[in-house]
């Protein structure tokens, strides 16, 4: 549907290599993902590709309807009708895990793989303790010692710093802030490779955030794993994840370090959203934000999808869609940057 | 707690009385009785809290979750009754407005703004009938001519443009934007003074929340309304607002302008906040790493600093006293007693 080439991926194995990238835990190749319904195909997620080492925090932004937590839900397999994975892999520690069977993915979850959900009230079983919540997850996978289970429950547990007394509390008597990091606690059980983070925080304070935030960053680092974090709010990850993907209308617009990415942004979306943040210290002047909406997407424009609220729109624009193009190890979707073509009017 | 506002408190602690603000409060305070039937125990939103708005201007009220700052709203709009204190609205005493035309006159004056642009919206009516109802309730002098041009005015005023065309549409069809603007146009239609705005733009993507601050800046400037606009974002505040409110655990911890205010916060606690907002263009402050605390539920308090549980400078009169608002510099107060002794506080 789109001249969207697949194989520009920042350190990614040639195109064609189904087993991802050598050294990556997880290697999502061309992922689409499209809400099948009778009024129509919305194709939500449009092949999506990149690579994630072992250790590496990755945050995805984009504003709500963009497909990030489409994007999330097909890497760890939780799509349910009527969306649906149309087209490419997700090579997890050298297994693709599009098709497998419920049994095999049960295997992999929370052992390699765990995902923490935006909101941990609903994530929680209320008529259950915390404890027997923990418990069940390392009974799933064949840890029946009960010492055993109640040594790592406690230890996990003082690794995000609530006390191991809270193994008995029901999630209704911890705070928000709490019940979200036992989440993460849970999600710690069995150490996995990968964590993927759906807005853990975005239900909690700015204080109680920023403090999660950097506990995560804190565990990551102690224990190795690598993270995905989805947030709609991209200061908050500007100095805790390696890499930033920047998602709009389902497509990935920019991808880069991160610091790099706020230092010196490329497309016209990614300096529209961080000209949208008000600053708290710097000086303070009028800001525009970014005219318009983000695009229906079942009634996408024809050529670039943000081109409708573009500052900087060409007539080429309107026409065709950009590929992703290489500048300075960021990848960017927008015509501004080909090299290879012209640079527009 | 009655006999401690009862006494008004005027003297040296007291909030400076502005004679022409448009809306002051007098140790407004409510309480919630909590638990069984039988129970005695009773949940502090709100205590003791002195706020003065001016006209043409906008109040930011920030804090956290719990921190009693959407009790406030509900009880400037009438919602809540006050447990004791009072509102002063045009220098007139709010508990005097009993009659049903005087509050119905008094709402319209002081329109609130929800949270929620997707659920404060009747989805099976065109936009156009919000705004009509408003004007045929609280305007009824107008004709049908008439009314239609005023919800033309008020659509163009907050930039829903062509006017005439937007308030043909259903709600299901406008942006969270777009609905936000038409939740601050039916306020704008009953020619209000001051518009209670609560979160209105927390449910917003990043890159529309902006446009909505500006039509809340213009309102001010070009149809001279005051708005008390409560947040949980300093920085959108900062952006915003004329003058700071920060709240904590049903009390004011400090007021003032709201440059002021964040270029030398003297409370413990907006500085702890202010550590805590995200900003890429600044490195990474420590302060809200250490903090692992949590706004207290304030059931049946004894007396002391609601914060002092948090405070690193927490000092032995913290335990025994509640920090009265004093003033620190002109027009800028904080409630802390290591800042009024005139100790420098840099607790994050």
């Not at chain 1, 497509?251 to 959203?273: A, C, K, M, N």
């Amino acid at each position: 549907m789109s001249s969207a080439p697949g194989n520009d991926v920042i350190g990614a194995a040639p195109p064609g290599d189904a087993a991802g990238a050598a050294g990556a835990v997880l290697s999502v190749r061309d992922l689409s993902v499209e809400y099948i319904m009778e009024a129509g195909t919305v194709e939500a997620v449009d092949k999506v590709s990149f690579d994630v080492d072992p250790g590496e925090f990755i945050a995805i932004v984009g504003e709500s309807g963009c497909g990030k937590s489409t994007l999330l839900f097909g890497i760890a397999q939780l799509l349910v009708p009527p969306a649906e994975i149309t087209q490419g892999s997700v090579i997890f520690k050298g297994h693709n895990m599009v098709g497998l069977t419920d049994k095999q993915l049960a295997s992999v979850r929370w052992k390699d793989l765990s995902v923490v959900m935006q909101s941990a009230m609903n994530a929680l079983n209320p008529v259950k303790s915390i404890g027997a919540q923990f418990a069940d997850a390392m009974q799933a996978h064949g840890v029946t010692d009960k010492a055993q289970i109640a040594d790592r429950s406690a230890e996990v547990l003082k690794m995000v710093g609530i006390d191991p007394i809270h193994l008995s509390s029901y999630p209704h008597q911890l705070s928000g802030g709490m019940r979200q990091r036992s989440m993460i606690a849970m999600a710690l059980l069995l150490t996995p490779d990968l964590v993927i983070m759906d807005e853990p925080t975005s239900a909690l304070d700015v204080v109680a955030q920023r403090s999660l935030m950097a506990q995560i960053k804190e565990l990551q680092e102690r224990l190795g794993f690598a993270v995905i974090f989805v947030t709609h709010d991209m200061s908050l990850v500007s100095h805790f994840s390696d890499r930033l993907m920047v998602m709009y209308a389902g497509r990935v617009d920019e991808f880069g370090p991160t610091r790099q990415l706020f230092d010196s942004p490329l497309h016209p979306y990614t300096i529209g959203l961080m000209e949208a943040f008000p600053s708290i210290r710097g000086p303070k002047v009028p800001l525009t934000g970014i005219p318009g909406s983000p695009p229906d997407l079942a009634r996408l424009p024809p050529g670039c999808r943000f081109a409708p609220r573009c500052p900087q729109v060409m007539t080429r624009c309107r026409e065709e869609s950009p590929g992703l193009y290489h500048v300075n190890g960021t990848l960017v979707r927008c015509f501004l940057h080909d090299q290879r073509g012209e640079v527009g009017e | 707690m009655t006999a401690e506002t009862a006494d008004g408190r005027e003297g040296p602690g007291a909030t400076p009385r502005d004679s022409t603000a448009l809306l002051q409060t007098k140790g407004l305070t409510r309480h919630f009785r909590i638990g069984g039937m039988f129970s005695r125990s009773y949940l502090h939103a709100v205590d003791d809290f002195d706020i003065s708005i001016g006209e043409r201007q906008i109040i930011a009220l920030a804090g956290e979750s719990g921190s009693g700052k959407s009790t406030v709203a509900r009880l400037l709009a009438k919602l809540y009754q006050p447990t004791s204190g009072e509102i002063y609205f045009q220098g007139k005493p709010l508990s005097a407005v009993r009659s049903r035309r005087d509050v119905l006159r008094y709402r319209g004056e002081v329109p609130m703004v929800f949270q929620d642009p997707f659920a404060s919206f009747n989805p099976v009516f065109r936009v156009s009938h919000g705004v009509q109802r408003c004007l045929k309730l609280h305007r009824g002098e107008l004709s049908a001519q008439q009314r239609q041009e005023e919800a033309e005015r008020v659509f163009e005023a907050v930039g829903l443009t062509p006017a005439g065309d937007v308030l043909q549409r259903f709600p299901h069809e406008l942006s969270g934007g777009q609905r936000q603007r038409v939740g601050f146009a039916q306020a704008l239609a009953l020619r209000p003074k001051l518009i209670l705005a609560d979160e209105p733009v927390s449910m917003l993507d990043v890159s529309i929340r902006i446009g909505l601050l500006n039509v809340m800046a213009q309102l001010r400037d070009e149809q001279g309304v005051s708005i008390l606009y409560i947040t949980h974002d300093l920085a959108s505040a900062r952006y915003v607002a004329d003058r700071l409110i920060i709240m904590y655990a049903g009390r004011v911890a400090e007021q003032g302008p709201t440059e002021e205010v964040l270029a030398s916060p003297r409370h413990p606690y907006t500085q702890l906040l202010l550590s805590a907002v995200p900003d890429p263009r600044a490195p990474l402050g420590v302060g809200a790493e250490t903090d692992r605390g949590e706004p207290p539920k304030v059931i049946d308090p004894a007396p002391g600093c609601r914060f002092r549980w948090r405070c690193p400078l927490a000092i032995d009169e913290c335990q025994r006293v509640t920090p009265e608002l004093s003033p620190l510099a002109p027009d800028h107060e904080a409630a802390c007693h290591v800042a009024r002794s005139g100790a420098e506080v840099k607790a994050f």
